[in-house]
């Protein structure tokens, strides 16, 4: 075994005394090389650079003695080797207290047999090196603690949130089925009622109609409300909404417009400027993306200005057109670069009557296609909205 030691003595002949103590030590099997300094701040200045493997302490120093020798040390010197301290005959109660204060082991000068230190300085090492393992065991199974309540913490919060999501998928499941099929059936009925009205021949009872058209156009905006609300959220999840099929275009054109209540449905112009009878498409969500991009024209521009459905193609790259126009009032420049984003509501949006989620789920559904849609004013006034979703490969 070798080991580098630092003595710290002011005593040059204690230090001469320990030095050949050492080089006698070498025949118990200890090798060591040695570097004496006769001051504490001496001391210090060697170890802080560290490269010492054991120090032996002369408590009694010109700048420092007893115990306080010890802590200075301890206390200037964050990494300090393993300790081991030297007293004189009658401080040997000092010597005890500083293996209290942190040394490995002392030695009373003068009573000291070579076998006696080297069997001294091999225990220090030894004990040293055993809590610097241990110290570095502790340390790591801190950090596993810590880490595994982290883990712990983070599977727990990820638990509470799939929780929250099927609580929420199974209350967006509710409103589809409980609440949005009831509303269409009973929209059905008064569409019924109307019609037989109207089909009755005799004129109707004064004051019968008003109120049930009345009725009808509150539960077609509900209902529109309702769709926008649950494919926002259902959006959010993304997936399970099919990727696109092969769709007919005229049967996706008769559901949109069915979807538009019957009072506002003769103001819808229709072009079709396309050759193509079907397209690739995610039907239901384009659906409920034309039909916010209808209501929208038919909202913001006066009955009964016409609005525009045209559908167009182009080849390169394939691609199919939806354009709706409208003559209104046009969507100010200042509203056009948030227009898109969930809750924008213009000026002129009534209270009641929407939640700023049409475009928000028109450029949603567009993205889903990875297609484009732009707005443009309709001079002299009004609005087009074309929205271009690729078709075939690529
Ligand atoms: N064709 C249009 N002409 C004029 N303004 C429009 C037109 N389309 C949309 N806007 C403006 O953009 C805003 C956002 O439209 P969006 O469809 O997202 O929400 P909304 O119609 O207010 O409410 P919701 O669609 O939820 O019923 C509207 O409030 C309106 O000010
Ligand atoms: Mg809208």
Redesign the pocket.
């Known amino acids: 075994m070798s080991a580098s030691l630092l003595l710290i003595e002011d005593n040059p002949g204690d230090a001469r005394l320990i030095a050949a103590l050492l080089e006698d030590a070498a025949a118990f099997g200890l090798a060591t090389t040695l570097v004496t300094v006769d001051t504490l701040a001496a001391g210090i200045e060697r170890l802080r650079p560290g490269g010492f493997e054991l120090v032996l302490l002369d408590l009694g120093l010109p700048e420092s003695s007893g115990l306080e020798t010890v802590q200075r040390l301890r206390t200037a010197v964050p990494r300090l080797p393993p300790l081991v301290v030297l007293s004189g005959l009658n401080d040997e109660d000092v010597a005890v207290q500083a293996l209290q204060a942190g040394a490995q082991d002392y030695l009373v000068k003068g009573r000291v047999e070579p076998s006696a230190l080297a069997r001294a300085i091999r225990y220090a090492l030894g004990r040293h090196q055993a809590e610097q393992a241990l110290k570095n065991e502790l340390e790591r199974s801190r950090e596993l603690a810590t880490e595994r309540a982290a883990r712990a913490r983070v599977e727990g919060e990820s638990e509470s949130l799939r929780r929250l999501l099927d609580e929420r998928d199974q209350l967006l499941r509710l409103l589809a089925h409980e609440v949005r099929q009831p509303l269409h059936n009973a929209g059905a009925a008064l569409q019924s009622a109307l019609d037989a009205i109207a089909g009755a021949g005799t004129a109707a009872p004064p004051g019968v109609q008003p109120p049930l058209q009345h009725a009808q156009q509150v539960m077609a905006h509900v209902i ?2 309702l769709n ?1 609300a649950l494919a926002a959220a259902l959006l959010l999840t993304a997936g399970g909404h099919g990727v696109p099929v092969d769709t007919d275009l005229d049967t996706l054109v008769a559901l949109v417009l069915g979807d538009i209540g019957p009072e506002d449905r003769g103001r819808v112009a229709l072009s079709i400027d396309s050759g193509l009878r079907t397209a690739q498409l995610q039907p239901t969500l384009m659906r409920l993306a034309l039909c ?2 209808l ?3 038919l ?3 006066p009955a009964p200005a016409p609005v525009q459905l045209r559908i167009v193609d182009r080849d390169d790259p394939p691609a199919l057109g939806f354009e ?1 126009s ?1 003559l ?5 420049a200042a ?1 056009l670069p948030t ?2 984003d969930r809750g ?6 009534r209270p009641g ?10 450029r949603q559904v567009t993205d889903m296609h990875r297609g484009s849609i732009v707005i443009e004013p309709n001079l002299p006034h ?2 087009i ?1 074309r929205m271009w979703i690729p078709q075939g490969e690529g």
Request: no cysteine.
């Open positions: 529109g409300t926008n916010n991009l209501v929208n024209a909202k913001y521009s709706v409208d209104g009032s046009g969507i100010d509203l227009v898109f924008t509501r213009g000026p002129d949006a009557t929407g939640a700023g989620l049409g475009l928000y789920i028109v009004g609005t909205v």
